[in-house]
């Protein structure tokens, strides 16, 4: 039995399965474990220069790659002037990184009490090595965390270590997708455990619920930042606990709400326990809530008056909102939480019913627990994740503020952004350096500043199109290469040969569609009239082609319905091969198709998207967004990068408005502005709106932005409330929140 409190804690990197790799490159070791290499392409070039074949083979794993390497390879590197002369140099960048002292937070608040930020999320996308997540949440906090560790905002993240992530997406050859487990080898991934003093992983117990549910902690460096990471697949657990973190997004209701329970009360138990000590929490979600729970009881315990404890939490806390679809806001039924919580509810000091209440979603009262509810209640800073969200989620969640017009609703909104040193591919970045470095050679540190991206008007049209056509042929070949080895594991069917987009044209105007498959992101919206689309598909001079991928929920079987329709119109001769279908979308998948296609469609039924942030990538890249003006697009789109378009909010099954709407787009302006060549064969006026794409796009959709105005808006006004245990005093100076919250029912 492990102990399961610890006095002391500590992570090591298990030196002594290196012993192959020489001292004088030893530092390859340290690098692979921290993810810093993931978004320096220059680093990662390190390991792909040591043995091309197993970094493929690994899929990028550099603890994998490093373990089952060769020593021949490692001498032979060691023995290399050119090598040693990039290790160097990619070693002394990462040391001097890893330095606090040089951040952009440090700069900025210097001789300041650390105001460290305990950000939970219930999946993080941070490399294909560490399949943690599930979609565009996930890899919004892939980028979270990433930002706040390159402006050395002090971070601590929690999640899940899911011992099968995410599903794998097999597609059978009806198009019905299967979902297929696939179990990560953690012993070789970047991901170390947390040790106690006694030389054993560290195991908490989960406080106040019975029967015990334990976790076991492991710890992924990202650059500065700390990710945490529970398990409960641990001998301790009972056989029916061990499976709460299998996987993401648990399709039984009662799992569901267990893994909450384990993230939110366990995650905050975790951070007292290794000594964490934090200022405010920042929920990604509503599925870490009940750490509030925790937080609150600590401080009853302690002996804080009811009133003051609950102040303290809410004004600690910051909640971000991420969706306006009813269905993707957990709420758990009576009955259920008092299974759970009716032996925890005394310690809040709170009846049942005023426990419940909390909970309590006015539009639907009585319904159960609302999690998304809880944690407006529970928390003083709201947040949307783009301005047309932060309109929507006011007006939504207004009765919780019965006193307030919707447009006074304390619900704000940080407009997303991705992280552009894991987005913006190599090669155009490689191209953008050419033209910034003379000029402004430090613009890696300051991208989010729109003057500078104005050096892009400097890139001649025939350098930015070959390098996008470079890209495109990438995304070809990588679609190629899948088929071909599937085909060699004798999975693939010959019927699927066009469906898997082997008869894609490299010349064609090509459209890519990748979100997950639920249904009010429409992505059958072209489909809606056959003969139009074979028309535009199949035009002699002009033709079009698209590129399809995303997953369906394992629950969600109408997903499924419209992926499985969408396969058998990638099957059918009438569209000639031009419609494709790419298996097992993800985030490796995800960087060939931003990079790659010439533009990026999103169909959303408007008003149901938040945000939608493959679209950032895409634009950043000079992929011309064409897309409901919804989510982020409402602001991005400015007439000259890219198309945008209202859209209607149809009946259910009506759609034809908006499905005519983008076949008047394409063939009266996507489709003739794309094939409009001169002698050089360049598109020069489609090269004109990359530029604009990629100048309006870059710098204020990134993650670094995004983070600048969490840092500026909410972070720094905790400073007005006392810790509780195991969290910090903010030393910050700012804007400190008004008086008491309006009523809220």
Not at 3 to 21: C, G, L, N
Not at 141 to 162: C, E, I, N
Not at 179 to 193: K, T, W
Not at 243 to 259: M, V
Request: proline letters at 7%; hydrophobic letters at 40%.
């Amino acid at each position: 039995m492990r102990q399961i409190m610890p006095v002391a804690m500590k992570t090591e990197i298990p030196y002594d399965r290196f012993a192959h790799v020489p001292e004088r490159i030893f530092g390859l070791v340290d690098l692979a474990y921290n993810l810093w290499w993931s978004w320096h392409s220059s680093a990662s070039v390190l390991f792909k220069m040591l043995n091309r074949a197993e970094w493929k083979m690994s899929r990028h794993n550099p603890v994998r790659m490093l373990l089952d390497t060769p020593p021949r390879f490692f001498e032979r590197a060691a023995a290399n002037p050119e090598y040693l002369r990039r290790y160097d140099i990619i070693m002394h960048r990462f040391g001097e990184y890893m330095v606090p002292g040089t951040s952009w937070f440090a700069q900025h608040y210097p001789s300041r009490t650390p105001l460290t930020i305990a950000y939970l999320s219930s999946e993080f996308g941070l490399h294909h090595s560490l399949p943690f997540y599930a979609g565009g949440l996930g890899i919004l906090a892939g980028d979270h965390v990433k930002a706040s560790s390159d402006l050395g905002v002090p971070t601590v993240a929690v999640g899940f270590m899911y011992a099968e992530g995410y599903l794998h997406q097999h597609i059978e050859a009806d198009g019905w997708q299967k979902n297929v487990a696939e179990i990560l080898d953690r012993d070789a991934a970047p991901v170390l455990r947390v040790m106690g003093d006694d030389g054993k992983q560290l195991v908490v117990q989960v406080p106040l619920i019975d029967p015990p549910i334990y976790v076991a902690v492991w710890k992924v460096q990202v650059g500065r930042v700390p990710l945490y990471l529970l398990d409960t697949h641990i001998d301790e657990n009972l056989p029916e606990n061990r499976n709460i973190s299998h996987r993401l997004y648990l399709k039984e209701l009662e799992c569901r709400l267990r893994q909450e329970l384990v993230l939110g009360i366990g995650g905050r138990k975790v951070l007292h326990t290794l000594g964490v000590e934090y200022s405010a929490m920042h929920l990604n979600e509503g599925h870490s809530a009940f750490s509030l729970l925790e937080r609150l009881r600590e401080r009853l315990v302690a002996g804080m008056p009811p009133d003051e404890a609950r102040e303290q939490v809410r004004g600690t806390s910051v909640f971000t909102t991420h969706t306006p679809v009813p269905a993707a806001h957990d709420v758990f039924p009576e009955d259920l939480m008092a299974k759970y919580f009716r032996s925890y509810c005394p310690s809040l000091d709170l009846a049942w019913d005023e426990f419940m209440a909390l909970g309590d979603d006015p539009h639907n009262p009585g319904a159960g627990f609302n999690m998304t509810a809880f944690a407006l209640r529970m928390s003083r800073f709201h947040n949307g994740v783009s301005k047309k969200h932060g309109e929507v989620a006011r007006e939504m969640w207004q009765p919780l503020w019965p006193d307030l017009p919707p447009e006074e609703v304390p619900i704000d909104a940080v407009t997303n952004g991705v992280h552009v040193p894991t987005w913006l591919n190599h090669r155009i970045e490689a191209l953008i350096d050419r033209y910034m470095d003379p000029v402004y050679p430090n613009w890696r540190e300051d991208y989010d500043n729109p003057i500078i991206w104005e050096v892009v008007d400097e890139i001649p049209d025939e350098e930015l199109w070959r390098e996008h056509q470079w890209l495109k042929m990438k995304l070809f070949s990588r679609i190629r290469d899948r088929k071909r080895r599937k085909w060699a594991g004798h999975q693939g069917e010959p019927a699927n040969l066009a469906a898997e987009g082997l008869m894609l044209d490299t010349s064609a105007l090509t459209i890519g569609f990748a979100r997950r498959f639920a249904e009010y992101k429409r992505a059958d919206l072209i489909f809606e009239d056959l003969d139009r689309l074979d028309r535009i598909v199949n035009n002699r001079w002009r033709p079009v082609q698209f590129i399809f991928a995303g997953k369906a929920h394992p629950a969600d079987d109408r997903g499924k319905r419209i992926l499985q329709k969408i396969y058998q119109y990638s099957q059918d001769p009438r569209f000639g091969g031009r419609i494709a279908f790419i298996e097992d979308y993800g985030e490796q998948v995800a960087r060939y198709m931003v990079h790659g296609v010439d533009v990026w469609m999103n169909t959303p039924v408007p008003l149901m998207e938040a945000s939608g942030t493959s679209g950032m990538k895409a634009g950043m890249n000079g992929v011309l967004n064409l897309s409901v003006l919804d989510g982020w697009w409402v602001e991005g789109y400015n007439g000259r990068n890219g198309w945008g378009f209202e859209g209607h909010a149809a009946s259910p099954g009506d759609n034809r408005a908006d499905a005519e709407t983008i076949y008047d787009l394409i063939e009266n302006e996507v489709a003739p502005l794309y094939y409009s060549r001169t002698m050089d064969d360049v598109p020069h006026k489609w090269v004109r709106m990359m530029r604009e794409s990629i100048k309006s796009i870059a710098p204020q959709y990134c993650s670094l932005r995004m983070l600048k105005e969490y840092v500026t808006r909410y972070y720094p006004s905790v400073c007005r409330y006392a810790a509780g245990p195991g969290e910090q005093l903010a030393g910050l100076e700012g804007v400190c929140p008004p008086g008491p919250a309006p009523r809220m029912r």
